[in-house]
């Protein structure tokens, strides 16, 4: 049996990569048909989608339509779908079945912990569907048409009788499918686009809750207990004594200003605006009482804030791509411009907190 | 738990007996759960104030990121690093509005190197003026801004004028640090004699520019 069956038989298997597109999740998945699980079934509420088309085109594999045929799983080489996050998203990867999802979205819903990234890619779209360079995979019981492994791309050409003409890749198939009953015309655009949208803003509202949890909500408690501990022992009227005098005129304001931006200074204080938040609940205790007026929250608000950012001077160069010598240059002139822009924010903001 | 919300809801015992180690005990109670009954009123006033608003306000600014795309942001932000005017306004807005923190600086790639530090400077500043209305720029450090937004809601009063201020005033602020910035950088490279070293590297950078490959 070395020579391949052409009508389809045994017909010529490729590997096939498909990566995630534009906002979506996962590293990419590489799908290799054998003899036993070739079929890629297409879960999008009827019809083949063209992304489950393309996978099958190019591997060599067999496109269903989930939505009508039953397929063993044994047999599913790849779950094509488009899900609204909860449901499909979950089950195809509880089964270890390789899930293409055509919206994009995160692993979430009830069974999210079975979404890895070996086995999940979201947000595809048929452009994002490509042939492994190069090595045509030999079918498990057949070698290449043409014997010698090395020749592989003309080996292709002659492969599948049925299948598409030769070439690195090819072109798009176009909509006339065989026996593709799908559903077409404005309601199916129609309905993509708004499952779309409604897709996109619950992946935001999942996206949110999660930071909310992680990182909101964990700070609301720490900075409550502070609250709480400041106002029912009485310190907050004894810091607000301490600060009144500072924070009430400008001279003392610019003073703090000039202070915390001294360049040894500011580096400390700088790490997670600790500082600048722990004054800020402060202050929001002094308005609160009315021990510290409004209109100077505003210059006040410049006069802690002098070291934002001081702290990560390296690191923010170093993401935008910089170059030693510029961090080695960076560092200095922002700690030291900060000496003069920290006092020169203060004086804005007092000027601008007239009429408040 | 039935012990704490007993201990809250009775009312300090007015009778109190003639034994001071007793009393002692029972006012040292009082206090330790009358401070944690004040810090979870203070929680509770967070929760019911801040917090809806929030997520609402979250939802729906991811949800304008990921319809608006970082790549159609990209040809803004290139464009917005030619002039000194923009490169230290629009450019660390849409840097910090877009990507939030901390990733707003990896948009320090578009520029020069002689102009990075002045970018970072500029951006960095606006990380906490911005969270008076864009919270979820930078949701790890909302109390610099929330901290007295509190204290002006409890005041009864609303803190958008204040808001706005401090707004616009950032906006300002990032301007003059820029600038500031960029002409000490300046300062810092001729003083130490790598004056030579940075024109390559601009030289460079027009070559990739020019190439029309710039990352």
Not at chain 2, 159 to 174: C, E, K, M, N, S
Request: hydrophobic share 45%.
């Amino acid at each position: 049996m070395t020579t391949v069956d052409p009508d389809g038989g045994d017909p010529q298997y490729r590997p096939v990569f498909v990566r995630a597109g534009r906002g979506g999740w996962g590293q990419g998945l590489e799908l290799t048909p054998t003899p036993d699980k070739y079929k890629v079934i297409s879960v999008t509420g009827g019809g083949i989608h063209p992304v489950a088309r393309r996978i099958a085109e190019l591997s060599g594999g067999e496109a269903v339509d989930g939505f009508r045929t039953k397929v063993e799983d044994a047999e599913v080489l790849a779950a094509v779908i488009n899900c609204g996050g909860t449901a499909r998203i979950g089950v195809y990867p509880r089964k270890r079945i390789p899930t293409v999802d055509v919206f994009p979205g995160e692993p979430g819903g009830p069974l999210a912990q079975f979404i890895t990234e070996d086995i999940f890619v979201s947000a595809v779209s048929p452009e994002d569907v490509s042939l492994l360079e190069g090595q045509a995979v030999t079918a498990g019981v057949g070698a290449a048409a043409a014997g010698a492994v090395g020749t592989a791309p003309t080996a292709r050409t002659d492969a599948a009788e049925g299948g598409p003409a030769g070439g690195p890749l090819p072109p798009l198939p176009d909509e006339s499918g065989t026996e593709d009953r799908a559903p077409r015309g404005f309601f199916v655009k129609f309905g993509t686009g708004v499952g779309y949208i409604i897709n996109t803003f619950l992946a935001a509202a999942r996206q949110s809750i999660n930071l909310t949890l992680n990182t909101v909500l964990p700070f609301m408690a720490y900075v409550s207990l502070l609250l709480g501990f400041v106002i029912y022992t009485g310190i907050a009227q004894w810091i607000g004594g301490l600060l009144a005098p500072l924070s009430s005129n400008p001279i003392g304001l610019i003073g703090i200003g000039i202070v915390v931006a001294l360049p040894f200074l500011s580096p400390i204080l700088g790490p997670g605006a600790a500082v600048a938040q722990i004054v800020g609940v402060l202050m929001g205790t002094q308005i609160a009482t009315g021990a510290l007026p409004v209109q100077y929250a505003l210059p006040t608000l410049f006069a802690i804030d002098g070291q934002v950012g001081c702290d990560f001077v390296p690191v923010g160069l170093g993401l935008g791509e910089a170059k030693v010598e510029t961090v080695e240059v960076g560092v200095p002139a922002v700690l030291f411009s900060r000496l003069i822009t920290s006092p020169l924010a203060v004086i804005i903001a007092w000027l601008a907190s007239f009429g408040l | 738990m039935e012990a704490i919300l007993l201990a809250q809801d009775q009312p300090p015992p007015t009778g109190a007996s003639t034994n001071p180690v007793l009393n002692g005990i029972i006012w040292a109670g009082e206090h330790f759960i009358g401070l944690f009954n004040e810090a979870g009123k203070q929680f509770a006033g967070l929760i019911t104030g801040i917090l809806p608003t929030l997520i609402v306000l979250l939802t729906f600014m991811y949800a304008v990121i990921k319809f608006i795309g970082e790549d159609r942001v990209t040809r803004a932000v290139q464009w917005s690093a030619k002039w000194w005017i923009t490169r230290y306004t629009i450019m660390p807005i849409l840097a910090v509005l877009v990507l939030t923190n901390p990733m707003a600086y990896t948009f320090g790639r578009f520029l020069r190197e002689r102009h990075k530090p002045a970018f970072y400077d500029s951006a960095v500043s606006f990380v906490h003026p911005v969270t008076t209305f864009f919270p979820y720029a930078n949701a790890g450090e909302l109390f610099v801004w929330l901290g007295v937004a509190n204290g002006v809601m409890q005041l009864g009063q609303s803190t958008v004028p204040l808001a706005v201020r401090y707004f616009a005033v950032g906006v300002v602020v990032i301007l003059i640090r820029g600038v500031v910035t960029e002409f000490i950088t300046n300062y810092l490279i001729r003083r130490e004699g790598k004056t030579a070293l940075f024109d390559s590297y601009d030289a460079e950078y027009a070559a990739t520019a020019a190439g029309g490959s710039a990352r």
